[in-house]
Each structure stands twice: as C-alpha cells, then as structure tokens.
C-alpha cells in the first residue's frame, strides 16, 4: 500500500479512537455538574436517601469521566505529534491558520481541564465545598472550550474563509472570518449534541444494566430518568441541527452530499436512496430502494429540484460508498435514539419512575444502546472528514501534496501497533465499565474505606517537610 | 548585536518558551515515570501508595509535553516536520508507552483484583518504554540526525541514562512525599540510580563535542570556556550534595525535600547547558528559529492567548501542589 493510504488509515485509527472519550467527557462534564447541584440542593431535606442517591451518582460518574478523559489526554497527545509526523506539508502550508487554533486549543481548555480535574478528582475534603464545585465548573467548561477550537479549525479546513495565500502559504486576514467560518455553528452544535446524547445513553444504558443486575438502587433509578430525559429532549433538536447542518454542506460542498446519497449524475427530482451498493468503477448503484423525488425534497424542497452528481466535479470528489453507508448508519442511529428516548420516557414515568415497574425487554434495550452515541459520532464524523477528501484544506489543498516522506514500512508498523493497543483499550475500557457498574457499592466502599483507614493528618500533614513540593 | 525589533524576537520569546515547556515536562514526568520504573520493586500496598503520590499530578505533567511539541507545531511548524520525521519509530514508541502508563495508571485502581498485577505491569513498562524512547529523541536530536557509526551508539548511550535520572528523580520524590518503610526503600534505590546517572552524565558531557562540531566549537574556545565551566561544576557539587544527603539523617526528617529539589537543579544546569550547545538552532546544523518560525503575525496572536494562560497555567499548578502537599495517604477520588 502507498504511504498516503496508510498515513490516512493511521491518522483516522488514532482520531476515531480519540474521538470516543472527548465524546464523553463534554457531556459528562456538565451532568457531573448537575448531579452536583442535585445534591448539594437535598442535602439538607429530611429524606437523606435522595441526597446520597445523587452523591452516589455523582462519585461514581466522576470515576467514569476519570476514566474518559484518561484515555482522551493519552490518544490526544498522540494527537499533537501524528500532525507533524503524518502531514508536514500541512503545518508549512496552513501552519499560520491551524497553529493559533492549535495553541489555544491547549493553552486555554487543555490546562484548564488537567489542572483542575487533579483537585476535583483527588481534592475532595482537601479543598473547600465552594472550591470544589468551582473545580468541576471549570473542567467541564474546559472540555467544552476544548471543543471549541478544535471544531473552529476543523469546519475552517472544511470551508476554508478568511485567509490569504501567498506563495504557498496561508496567512490571516480576519480571525472571526476564521474561526466562525460558514460551517462552524452547525459542526459546532452538531457535536455538541452528539456529545450530550452519547452520554445520556451511556447514562440510560450503564443504569439498566445495574437495575437488570439489582445493584445500585440508591442512584440507578435517578440517573436514568436524567438520561432518558437529556436524550428526549436533545434527540429533536440534533435531528433539526442535523438538517440544517446538511443543508449547509449542500451550499458549500455539494461533492460531500453527491457521495452521501450515491448520485452519480446530475439530476432534477432525485430520489431518497435507502439502500444501494454505490460503485465506484462503473460510477452507478447497485441493488437500489428509492423512494422517488424524496431527496430533492429534503435537501431542496422543491420535488423536482437539482442534485448535483458526482460527474459534475472530475476527480475531485469524495469516494461515495464509506459516505453512502456511514452516513446511513449515523441517521438510521438517530432515528432509533429517538424512538428508544421518547417511548421510554414515557413508559418509565407512566412506572411513576420505578424501573422494577419496566418491562425487562426495554431495559435490556437500553443496555444495548450504551454506546449507541459512539457510532453514531464515529459515522458522522466519517461522513464529514472522508468526504473532505481528496483534499484537506477543502477545494485549496489536497492531501496527496501534504503527506509526510516517511517510509511506508515505518508507517505500516506503527499503525499496526496502534491498532492493536487502541482496540486493547476499547475491550479494556468497556469491561471496566461494566464491571464498575456492577459492583457500584464496591467502587464506593473502597472510598470509604480508604478515607476510614487514612489518618486524618497523612493527607495534608503540615507544611514545614514540604517546602519544595511546589 | 544590534537592537532587534520585535518581530525577529519573537521566535526567540517561543524558543524560550518551548524550552521551559520541555524542561518543565522533563522535570515533572520525569519523576512520575521514575516512579512508575521503580513500581516492581515495591510491595503491593507501597505500589498502592506509590501511585497514589502522582495521581493528581500525571495527567497535568504530561500536558506541558503537549504545550511543549505544541509550540514547536505551531511556532515552528517547518522544524516540527523535520523532527519528528527524524524521530517517526521512536515518537510512536514513546506515545504508545505513555499511553500505556496512562492507561494503566486509572484502570489499575478500578480493574478486578486479578487484573492488577496486569496493569502494574504494564504501568511499568510503558513507563520504562517512554522514558527510553525520550533518551534516545535526546541523543538523535542533540547530535543533530547525523549518520555514521557512532551516533547511534550515542543516542543508545542517552537512552540508556536518561531513563536513569527518572528513576532517580522518582525515588527523590518518594523520599519526600512518603514516611517509614517506603521511604527508607526510596533512599535505597536514590542510592542504586546514583552512580548510574552520574556515569551517563559525565559520558555524555564528554561525548557530545565529540558527535558535534558546533558543540565542540561553542564550549571549547578562550575565554568562554572559563565562564562556562560553572555549569559542569555546579552540576558536580550539587550531585555530590544529593550523594551525601542520602546518607545522612536528615534526609529522613526535616531536609526530606532537598534531595528533589536539588535534582531540580541538576536539570535545570543541564537545560542550560543544552540550549548554549543548540541556540540559535531548532534543528542543529540545518535550521535556525527564524528559518522554522511561522509568521509573525501569526505568533502575535498566539503570544496574546500565551500572555494570558501561561501565568494562569503557573498559578494553578503552584495551586495544585499546594493542595495536595505533605505525605501521601492512600489513592482516593471524591
């Protein structure tokens, strides 16, 4: 295989496997935020068992987002160096653009999020009540801000504006032409979402698991009210962003959509293809199910509208069939996310709550749809970043000019050990949960016993011995 | 030299920046990775608490790694291709040893008791695979890529001591954040890594001008070399003062922090020493930091963002050693 194969492949290993905890921990940040909020709000009811259900929430979904963000901050340095070892060219060439978004992207979140999450991890008890909770503020709006810079640059690579080229190289004329680039808001929002939903299921999923295994009755119903309502609200809204963010590719890189719905030649009046086995050697679909006029409709909203054809752009067009299917696999998710979130929700207020009252078939669902929110991100975030291709700076500079000349071998044996630790990390990152999940008062227990059996003065014995510690 | 404007500064403000980032993140991984390497010879409940002394602190040490290569990204992205080109294999073994260290270091406290032997393991060896990796970045990077016999042998020579001088600072910042048994074992091993590091040290001191001109150039001519000497100097006695520190009492009792400190020192004459070596170099002998800088209006922007988080970044950091100050208990989340 050619270098610029497998530089992509590794590159796309590394960020598919990254993507998956940042996807977490935006969301959870701000949940851990709430169960927070939850207890500090009950604490002083007479009901003490509504307090410790949201504490226990909380300490326990602090260990799940130590985990996440563990994982996020070991593949995210990864990050920062494959940048330079896969695509040189591109750091030369746009360096002047993707560096400051770069920069603030690590000086602003990244130091925000790991110097605040040791004192929200490790400091509770250390630090005062206020301090705390300012802690956990700052982190999950660290992540968040995170999010921020990496999408501005992202959505900037996928439509590029205000910049100039000179000789080569990329140079600023206006930042918030930059940054709020025309598809920012959308890609912005449209992860945003993903992220919330991908945690409400998480959320519904890991508290179905407990309740089908009769562990965590103290937190377990709570938390997955809060997670069956997040997704039923937040599932609507992604569907309308989700369109709207469609429509707005369609503006500005009507190649993306041509692959997404396998058009192949230009037409009025397309249909909506739910299936098809898209062909890229005779350029046509095999083994169509249309449903006529139908995308016309939904990306033009005229029935006889135009759709441009992948014919229409030379070769400068994305490969249509890993569009085709992940684009249909991230829909055909979030239509069952609906459909999961709003007949839940209504069947578990109608059990008044009680999830012993829910048919075991639904719970055993919810289970299934743990991580429902990680496939659904990973095909979409497919559908865009491979339908930028073939170029990486959008209609401006394509990949094949920025690839590093490192040796093929080289590459191949890095991404094969890659794969092997990312894949070992996945299996060893769900069995923790699962096993986590299953023995909740065990997990906090053992905080318990370990503040139990620490002297009160070993944590934060006097200052004199430890002068230099800082 | 005259008075330069600010735009030619500029590079040199990221340079010095890039440097303290580097040297901050050698420094402080440098301890918990000397910790990590020094996991399998500790007992299960040391290891407990062995861990439980980096743990609020691993995640934001690595992070300064992240700043550091992110301003050579981002400030000097034609050198960042070039480094890291040079160094493809050992960057991905590095990365995959701090994943793993990473990694292991939060499912070890959440896994089944029968998987932890597993992670602690692999705690140690992604720990060790780094800290190798990174020596032998050094060696490549210092003499410059060269090619011929002895480079190699010289880079192995870097990744065989660095890796030394972690376990070093490691056992140093157990002697100050443990008591009792633990302690009285992390004097031990300060005593075993000693010689070693000392040995790597002066090896590579003497074989540096050997692999580069520039260096041999820059350290050995009248009257410079006379100011110089200091550095090599200071760095003897301070290792000596480490050396005699770790037999004595105090080191038990009230002192139990100099010896980290003092390595913090050693570090630090070294960093200076390198970057007399290396500037105005990015890539030694190829590329100066106004050939590898971005533009300067680029680094404006950036050194607004830089201005305003860096002293913020010092101010919590401080703030989170503080809090965390005094000898470690036992590993607990909130």
Request: with cysteine; glycine share 8%; proline share 5%.
């Amino acid at each position: 295989m050619d270098a610029l194969i497998l530089a992509r492949m590794q590159f796309a290993a590394n960020i598919t496997f990254h993507i998956l905890f940042p996807t977490i921990s935006i969301g959870l940040g701000w949940l851990l935020l709430f169960f927070r909020v939850r207890w500090l709000r009950t604490r002083h009811e007479p009901d003490k068992a509504i307090a410790q259900g949201w504490l226990d929430a909380y300490r326990f979904w602090t260990k799940v987002f130590a985990l996440s963000f563990a994982l996020g901050v070991v593949s995210g340095i990864t990050m920062s160096f494959q940048f330079g070892t896969n695509w040189p060219g591109f750091m030369e060439q746009a360096g002047n653009i993707a560096g400051p978004l770069l920069g603030y992207e690590v000086l602003t979140a990244f130091f925000l999020e790991a110097g605040f999450l040791g004192v929200m991890l490790f400091g509770h008890g250390k630090v005062s009540e206020r301090v705390h909770f300012m802690s956990t503020c700052f982190v999950a709006f660290g992540t968040t801000l995170s999010a921020f810079w990496i999408l501005a640059l992202n959505s900037w690579m996928q439509t590029p504006a205000g910049h100039e080229i000179e000789g080569g190289v990329y140079h600023v004329k206006s930042w918030v032409e930059v940054i709020f680039n025309p598809s920012f808001p959308y890609r912005f929002t449209h992860m945003l979402l993903a992220s919330g939903l991908t945690c409400a299921f998480l959320l519904v999923g890991l508290s179905a698991w407990q309740v089908l295994r009769g562990v965590g009755q103290r937190s377990a119903p709570r938390v997955m009210r809060v997670g069956l309502t997040v997704a039923a609200v937040l599932i609507p809204v992604q569907i309308f962003v989700g369109d709207a963010h469609g429509l707005n590719t369609l503006e500005h890189q009507p190649a993306k959509i041509a692959a997404m719905e396998g058009v192949w030649q230009t037409e009025r009046g397309a249909p909506l293809l739910l299936f098809a086995v898209p062909d890229a050697a005779e350029r046509k679909n095999h083994f169509e199910i249309p449903i006529p006029k139908l995308a016309s409709l939904i990306l033009t909203h005229d029935l006889d509208g135009e759709i441009k054809g992948l014919n229409a752009f030379g070769d400068a067009h994305p490969p249509a069939l890993p569009l085709f299917f992940a684009f249909r696999i991230m829909v055909g998710m979030g239509l069952l996310m609906l459909a999961t979130s709003w007949l839940g929700w209504w069947l578990y207020r109608r059990a008044k709550w009680q999830p012993a009252a829910l048919p075991r078939r639904l719970l055993w669902v919810f289970a299934a749809m743990t991580f429902s929110g990680w496939v659904a991100t990973v095909a979409g975030w497919y559908v865009t970043e491979i339908g930028r291709q073939p170029f990486i700076v959008y209609g401006l500079l394509r990949t094949a000019d920025v690839v590093s000349k490192v040796p093929s071998s080289m590459i191949g044996l890095s991404l094969a050990l890659y794969i092997v630790l990312y894949l070992a990390l996945i299996v060893a990152y769900v069995t923790v949960l699962k096993y986590m999940a299953e023995k909740p008062e065990e997990v906090l227990a053992q905080d318990a016993r370990d503040q139990a059996a620490t002297p009160a003065g070993a944590t934060t014995s006097p200052a004199i011995s430890t002068g230099g510690a800082a | 030299m005259n008075w330069m404007s600010f735009d030619t500064a500029l590079p040199i403000i990221f340079m010095a920046l890039m440097g303290i980032s580097m040297l901050v993140y050698v420094i402080s991984d440098g301890y918990d990775l000397g910790v990590g390497m020094l996991m399998h010879r500790a007992t299960e409940a040391e290891k407990d608490v062995m861990v439980a002394s980096i743990g609020p602190f691993w995640d934001a040490n690595e992070t300064w790694l992240v700043l550091g290569v992110g301003i050579l990204l981002i400030a000097f992205p034609r050198a960042h291709g070039v480094v890291l080109g040079e160094l493809y294999l050992p960057v991905a073994f590095m990365l995959i040893g701090l994943m793993l260290r990473g990694v292991a270091f939060d499912f070890r406290v959440k896994a089944k008791d029968t998987h932890k032997k597993t992670w602690d393991r692999l705690f140690f060896a992604g720990s060790t695979l780094a800290a190798v990796s990174q020596g032998w970045m050094l060696g490549r990077y210092v003499s410059g890529f060269g090619t011929g016999w002895n480079y190699p042998l010289f880079a192995a020579a870097i990744a065989a001591a660095l890796p030394m001088a972690y376990v070093l600072m490691g056992a140093a910042w157990l002697i100050m954040k443990t008591e009792g048994e633990l302690q009285e074992r992390a004097i031990h091993w300060a005593r075993i890594a000693w010689l070693p590091m000392v040995g790597g040290m002066v090896l590579i001191s003497m074989a540096t001008p050997w692999v580069s001109q520039i260096v041999r150039e820059r350290w050995f001519a009248l009257p410079e070399i006379i100011a110089l000497m200091a550095i090599p100097l200071m760095t003897g006695i301070l290792l000596l003062a480490v050396r005699g520190l770790l037999n004595s009492a105090a080191v038990r009792g009230p002192l139990c922090w100099l010896p980290f400190v003092l390595l913090i020192a050693v570090f630090v004459f070294g960093f200076l020493g390198l970057a007399y070596s290396i500037y105005p170099f990015v890539v030694i002998g190829q590329m100066t930091i106004w050939q590898a800088a971005s533009s300067p209006a680029a680094l404006k922007v950036i050194l607004i963002g830089v201005c305003i988080s860096v002293p913020a970044i010092a101010g919590y950091t401080i703030f989170s050693y503080r809090v965390f100050r005094g000898k470690t208990g036992e590993l607990k989340y909130a």
